[in-house]
């Protein structure tokens, strides 16, 4: 039998820690594209990612995951066209020390809305520092539904990932019940 | 846990907002260039507002509203020297000088005007402290944030980004469910109660600009408003989805999908 693949999408502003999510937890090297970040305005790091992302989680014999993080800027246009062949559901990744990141992920999360009910979930990365925001205040500060799971995580601890990728394939196990009948 | 940030990327508006919506207990600090303030709220609700070093005493802030002629401001502030802002309060009252809702709207005006000096700031650290409380001498007013917000998500600078904020106009508004907040007590402009009727989970906001004869930036702002003040909520469109895009939902059969979900479960386990 043919080997069958699976996509979990990972997105979020710049500097979020896609890249480093899904490093977590992928049993290949990260494909990644990075550059040398130029603008004024992103240097808070050395490099971005300027393509996707691209990780792997071999399931069994016939059936593989892969999780794809998208790049820091323009998320959209390109992505359905992409991913939506066999993808399970995403994640929308923001950096809790960071309130100026809120309104684009605001602006991601109203695009989802507009959507089909393709599952995801938010998660509040960065936990681990002190300037991180509460999940209670971040949840306000995005307006989120309650039904969204937001879920708190350091993408650099492999347990915090593991946590984060359940819960939305529980989310997603939810969704295909509802969607039943 | 950290409630701090600039107001270069993170507006007083939205500040207000977030204390308003999460029902916030303590002290936020503002400090920028040119000002300082501290604001102390309880469960979302203004009780205590000073701006610089020094808590305004109770006679001059009244005396600010003209509910004290300034001549007089002087004597009393002097042969009141003794008492404390809730003392001084209870004194006016008894002695028929002013009554409790004079007071009331006196330091409500005050507060309001402290909240609109901070608007104009563009930059400048805030700090949330948790659970800080106001002098136990002060006066126990609770100001409801809603209507400041309204009025300073209106004149704010904030709306060129809106198509960000807001980029699909295919999705429908809902009331959000805020007991204890009533409509009808807050003060919207024409534009915006026109909106407001035609809030409904079945009219994408596009409709509602139609209806509303608003263009697609004035919809945004107005909604942008309501959403900010916590008013309303966006929901996707309860009718076809008609926006979808193609192939967004997996070509698979469910119990299949089920199956490969579940097959990806016990894997992830094993991390
Ligand atoms: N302390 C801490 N730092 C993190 C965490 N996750 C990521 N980082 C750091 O945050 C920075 C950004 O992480 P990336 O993974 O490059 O973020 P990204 O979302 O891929 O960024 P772009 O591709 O540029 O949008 C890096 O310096 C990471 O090491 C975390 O959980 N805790
Ligand atoms: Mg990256």
């Known amino acids: ?181 | 846990m950290a409630l701090k940030g600039n107001l270069r990327d993170f507006s007083i508006i939205q500040v207000l907002n977030l204390i308003n919506l999460a029902k916030k207990t303590g002290a936020l600090y503002i400090e920028s260039s040119s000002k300082s303030a501290k604001l102390i709220f309880r469960e979302g609700k203004l009780v205590y507002a000073t701006t610089g070093m020094d808590a305004v005493p109770l006679i001059k802030i009244m005396a600010r509203s003209k509910l004290i002629p300034s001549s007089a401001a002087a004597s009393l502030s002097e042969r009141y020297r003794t008492l404390n802002d809730m003392e001084l309060g209870i004194t006016l009252i008894n002695s028929g000088y002013l009554t409790q809702d004079q007071i009331f709207t006196g330091i409500a005006d005050f507060f309001k005007d402290i909240l609109r000096g901070l608007f104009t700031l563009t930059e400048g650290l805030f700090n949330f402290e948790a659970d800080e409380q106001p002098p136990s001498t002060s006066i126990p007013l609770r100001m409801a944030l809603e209507d400041i917000i309204i009025e300073g998500s209106r004149q704010a600078h904030e709306h060129e980004d809106l198509k960000n904020e807001i980029p699909s106009l295919d999705v429908a508004l809902k009331f959000a469910e805020r007991p204890g907040v009533n409509i009808r007590d807050i003060k919207l402009n024409a534009e915006e109660w026109r909106v407001i009727s035609y809030v409904n989970p079945k009219n994408s906001i596009k409709q509602i600009a139609t209806a509303a004869k608003l263009n697609d930036f004035q919809i945004r702002r107005v909604v942008y408003n309501l959403l900010q003040a916590g008013l309303v909520e966006m929901i996707r469109l309860n009718s076809p989805v008609a926006s979808a895009p193609p192939h967004a939902i997996p070509a698979r059969n469910p119990i299949e999908q089920r199956n490969l979900v579940n097959r990806v479960i016990d894997r992830i386990k094993t991390i």
Request: aromatic share 8%; with cysteine; charged share 25%.
């Open chain 1, 1 to 181: 039998m043919q080997t069958q693949t699976v996509k979990i999408v990972v997105t979020g502003p710049f500097n979020a820690g896609k890249t480093e999510l899904i490093r977590s937890v992928s049993e290949i090297e990260v494909v990644n594209t990075e550059k040398k970040v130029t603008s004024e305005s992103e240097k808070v790091k050395n490099s971005t990612t300027v393509a996707m992302d691209f990780g792997r989680i071999t399931v069994d014999n016939d059936l593989v995951l892969f999780l794809f993080g998208t790049p820091g800027q323009k998320r959209f246009d390109f992505m359905w066209e992409i991913l939506s062949e066999g993808m399970l559901g995403f994640i929308v990744l923001v950096d809790s020390t960071r309130p100026e990141t809120f309104r684009e992920a605001r602006g991601i999360l109203e695009t989802f809305r507009a959507y089909a009910p393709t599952p995801y979930i938010v998660v509040a990365n960065k936990q681990d520092l002190a300037d991180a925001w509460s999940l209670e205040d971040i949840r306000v500060a995005l307006r989120l539904d309650p039904a969204i799971k937001l879920l708190p995580c350091t993408a650099k601890k492999k347990s915090s990932v593991k946590t984060v990728l359940l819960e939305l394939l529980y989310a997603i196990l939810e969704e295909l019940d509802s969607t039943k009948s």
